[in-house]
């Protein structure tokens, strides 16, 4: 088993050719939001952005891909008529999907009906590596073979839906439980703690950096961002998984030791560049 260090980071931030251009760094798809709400997907581009990818397309209902779009500049924001994603968006969705390197799925979606067949048939069409995340993986539990050389990124209530296995505190049987999942589905996952533990089929890690004021909505969204963004430059799942759960851990100690009870996400998102500066020095 492995513990993730500072080290994994210098395998994926190299030293870049003079000559490199738009794309060479991944183009990321991000699909969430709902009538209610657009943080999560606002989250998951600028952590992706941040975490060094090229360039992050939004779709979200109109009301979130409007909000979205007054976030940065920065996000390409694609609204989707109504208040929910339904299957009637999935030919709109492939189309955004045409040469995107990766997905981020789930983020404030919702558990309408409609969208979690949405959610299972766009996974199955794309053809993209996904982060699938938050309500995606309510609607994965329906079509669990679905999940195959993904990245599931879980807390433990939503393992327990996709799995019926209730992670305790317990760090050992966090890990066989990780383990077991991911063999079954033939996925990675990361479940999301005080330690994250991180299982494909072949390898199993933890990560042990965060913060007990990590706790604020968003901060999953700003990992799953992370993961997003190392998907999209062509990481495989375990190693992103990995990395993306030190950068966003680490993130959160430094904003956690800056403003204590008072962090919230967006605080993450301001320390991810020091922390990937440093893994070159």
Same mark, same amino acid.
């Given at each position: ?37 657009? +943080?999560?997907?606002?989250?998951? #581009?600028?952590?992706?952005?941040? #975490?060094?990818? !090229? ?47 990766? $997905?981020?799925? +789930? ?22 590596? $996904?982060?699938?995340?938050? !309500? ?59 330690? !994250?533990?991180?299982?494909?089929? #072949?390898?199993? #890690? ?35 998984? $990995? ?16 403003? +204590? ?21």
């Amino acid at each position: 088993m492995l513990v993730v260090n500072k080290n994994l980071l210098k395998a994926i931030y190299k030293k870049r050719d003079d000559w490199v251009r738009k794309y060479n760094f991944g183009s990321l798809l991000v699909i969430g939001g709902s009538k209610l709400y657009s +943080g999560s997907p606002a989250f998951n #581009a600028l952590a992706a952005y941040r #975490a060094g990818v !090229d360039l992050v397309t939004v779709a979200a209902p109109e009301r979130a891909a409007n909000i979205i779009a007054s976030f940065s500049p920065d996000i390409i924001a694609c609204p989707l008529k109504g208040d929910f994603l339904t299957r009637r968006h999935i030919p709109e969705l492939l189309k955004l999907s045409y040469k995107k390197t990766a $997905c981020v799925i +789930g983020g404030g979606l919702g558990r309408e009906k409609e969208t979690m067949l949405a959610v299972l048939e766009f996974i199955e069409k794309s053809g993209l590596p $996904c982060v699938i995340d938050a !309500d995606a993986i309510h609607a994965l539990r329906l079509k669990p073979e679905l999940a195959k050389n993904h990245l599931i990124t879980p807390h433990s209530r939503e393992f327990f839906v996709l799995t019926g296995l209730q992670p305790t505190t317990h760090l050992n049987e966090r890990i066989r439980y990780v383990e077991e999942a991911a063999r079954k589905l033939q996925t990675t996952i990361l479940l999301k703690g005080h330690v !994250d533990v991180i299982a494909s089929e #072949a390898y199993t #890690a933890i990560n042990k950096t965060g913060s007990v004021y990590m706790t604020k909505g968003g901060c999953g969204d700003v990992l799953a961002g992370i993961c997003g963004a190392l998907l999209a430059r062509g990481v495989d799942a375990f190693t992103a998984a $990995c990395a993306a759960a030190y950068i966003n851990g680490l993130a959160g100690e430094k904003a956690g030791k800056k403003y +204590g009870e008072s962090l919230m996400a967006r605080d993450l998102l301001e320390e991810i560049p020091d922390i990937i500066k440093n893994t070159k020095r």
